[in-house]
Structure formats: C-alpha cells, structure tokens
C-alpha cells in the first residue's frame, strides 16, 4: 500500500467522482483509476461502489476512510517535522472556519503567515461546526474556528476563546428601523430571512423556542452576503453577527431580554498540533 494510493482514495471520497479526485490530484483519470485498483487488490476489496451518478463507498471503504486520514495526517505531521530543521521552508497546514467568522481576519492573517513562512502551503476549508469538528478530530484539518451551541468535542482543545454577539438586521422603512434595542418578544410572527444549513440558525431556532417567540421564515439563503442582500430588499429581518450588520449599513438593533450570542473557539487536537506548520500558525494566531 502506497500513500498515494491512499491520497488518490480520499480524493475520490471528497469528490464522489473519479473525473474530479483526477483534477484535484493532478492526474490523468486513468492513473487515477489504476492507483484505486491496485489498491482494492492490495486490500482484498472493493472500496466504492461505482453509479451512473455518482461513486459511493462500500463497507470496505468506509471502514478504510477514518484510517486512511489518520495516515495521511501522520505523514503530513512526519514532513512537517523534517521541515523545523529548515526553518518551515516547507510543510502543510490545514485550518477550518465558519462562514460566520468576525472575530479574526482569516485572510488577513493567513496572508502575512504565507508572506513569513513562504514554503508552507495553506489549505483552508470553510463548513459547518459538526464537519469542521470531526475533521480536527480524525486529522484532516490541523485547527478550526468554530461556534458550537456546547462543549466541544472531548478530543479537541480550544487554544483561544471570543463572544460574538448577535443582533437584528433590518431595511430602511421596517417598523424596528429606528430601534437601538429590541426585546426577543417584539419579533414574535416576524417575517425572517434564515440563514439556511447554519449552526448559527439552529441556535437562533431553539432560543426563539426556548422562549416561545414565533418566526415566519419567509426566505433562506447559504450565504452571508446574499442574506444580507435579501433583507435590504425588503425580504424580511435576520439575526447576524453584529459586525456583519454594522458593515452592511443596514438598520439593526442588540436584542434583550434575553440577548443573543454565542462562544468562538479556536481549536486544534492535544496540549499542542503535532504539526510544526500548524504550531507556527496557531502561535501566529494567538501571539
């Protein structure tokens, strides 16, 4: 068994294709194709079932995938390790983020770490808090920024903590637009533009039910910038984070009784990542 056989694999797993595991790893699909074969006669089994549609794991490659990352990460951590001798002169880290994020500039961050440490390569994947959590835990990401409504995983650390708080995003006109505080009670039966597949709203929804408020969810969106766009139209209010409204230039106003926020955490797995790019970065990000 090879590691790139095994990178070849997760590909596939990623993609769910085999045209898009071949772009993503630089290789011509048959290539690609015979790395898997050799690897289910290696292995003894097939490891995906294969559909006009789509290509799906069997039991096989489903019990191979956990495992699979675990090695990978393992090497990428070894290679990291040789790269300290050099100075970070090269190496790979890989770091996660909600879409939400208002407490860091990411980009900014990451782009003065690139400019001190040139020959690592960055990778930064953007989901939701239970994926984000599960791929610190398994080794496919080396730190995350996540928001979620408990305690984190009990395999992960959190190296940096933020409140964010949220507020109600609204448009010129609506009957709150002039309100610098508005109690949870005043929205009940207020149309709402949701942010559609968020952690954020999954726990917007169980405090508004926690306190029996009611909220006529009119229009959903996936992503920040687009939901702003919609309540501007006139669509319907939202519940944002409050840097994300004060940029918007919208109306918006803190919410009481109760107040909404919520708890940011920088994560990573163990006192430390065993990763010297990602050590490099999490003291970048915390120093």
């Given at each position: 068994?090879?590691?790139?056989?095994?990178?070849?694999?997760?590909?596939?797993?990623r993609?769910?294709?085999?045209?898009?595991a071949?772009?993503?790893?630089?290789?011509?699909?048959?290539?690609?194709?015979?790395s898997?074969?050799k690897?289910?006669?290696?292995?003894?089994?097939?490891?995906?079932?294969?559909?006009?549609?789509r290509?799906?794991?069997?039991?096989?490659?489903?019990?191979?995938?956990?495992?699979?990352?675990?090695?990978?990460a393992?090497?990428v951590?070894?290679?990291?390790?040789?790269a300290?001798?050099?100075?970070?002169?090269?190496g790979?880290?890989?770091?996660?983020t909600?879409?939400?994020?208002?407490?860091?500039?990411?980009?900014?961050?990451?782009?003065?770490?690139q400019?001190?440490?040139?020959?690592?390569?960055?990778?930064?994947r953007?989901g939701l808090?239970?994926?984000?959590?599960?791929?610190?835990?398994?080794?496919?990401?080396?730190?995350a920024?996540?928001a979620?409504?408990?305690?984190?995983?009990?395999?992960?650390?959190?190296f940096?903590?933020?409140?964010?708080?949220l507020v109600?995003?609204?448009?010129?006109?609506?009957?709150?637009?002039?309100?610098?505080?508005?109690?949870?009670?005043?929205?009940?039966?207020?149309?709402?533009?949701?942010?559609?597949?968020?952690?954020?709203?999954?726990?917007?929804?169980?405090r508004?039910?926690?306190a029996?408020?009611?909220r006529?969810?009119?229009?959903?969106?996936?992503?920040?910038p687009?939901?702003?766009?919609?309540?501007?139209?006139g669509?319907?209010?939202?519940?944002?984070?409050?840097?994300v409204?004060?940029?918007?230039?919208?109306?918006?106003?803190r919410?009481e009784?109760?107040?909404?926020?919520?708890?940011?955490?920088?994560?990573?797995?163990?006192?430390?990542p065993?990763n010297?790019?990602?050590?490099?970065?999490l003291?970048?990000?915390?120093?």
């Amino acid at each position: 068994m090879e590691l790139r056989q095994l990178e070849h694999f997760l590909a596939v797993v990623r993609s769910g294709s085999f045209t898009g595991a071949a772009r993503e790893v630089h290789v011509v699909q048959s290539a690609l194709s015979t790395s898997i074969r050799k690897l289910e006669t290696e292995l003894g089994a097939p490891l995906f079932e294969r559909t006009t549609r789509r290509v799906l794991l069997t039991e096989a490659g489903r019990a191979l995938e956990p495992m699979a990352h675990r090695i990978v990460a393992d090497v990428v951590a070894a290679r990291g390790e040789v790269a300290t001798v050099a100075g970070l002169s090269r190496g790979r880290v890989a770091i996660g983020t909600i879409q939400t994020l208002t407490e860091v500039d990411l980009p900014g961050e990451l782009g003065t770490f690139q400019r001190r440490h040139p020959g690592v390569r960055i990778h930064v994947r953007q989901g939701l808090v239970p994926d984000l959590m599960a791929a610190v835990g398994n080794g496919e990401l080396d730190l995350a920024y996540l928001a979620p409504e408990g305690p984190l995983a009990e395999e992960l650390v959190s190296f940096a903590q933020w409140r964010q708080k949220l507020v109600l995003l609204g448009y010129p006109g609506h009957r709150l637009a002039q309100r610098r505080r508005v109690r949870l009670a005043e929205l009940d039966g207020e149309p709402f533009v949701d942010f559609s597949g968020s952690g954020l709203q999954d726990m917007i929804g169980r405090r508004f039910a926690d306190a029996g408020v009611r909220r006529d969810r009119v229009c959903e969106a996936t992503h920040v910038p687009l939901l702003v766009e919609l309540v501007a139209a006139g669509l319907g209010v939202s519940i944002v984070p409050e840097p994300v409204a004060a940029r918007s230039g919208l109306p918006h106003a803190r919410i009481e009784q109760p107040s909404l926020s919520r708890p940011i955490h920088l994560a990573g797995r163990g006192a430390e990542p065993v990763n010297p790019a990602a050590r490099a970065l999490l003291q970048h990000l915390t120093g």
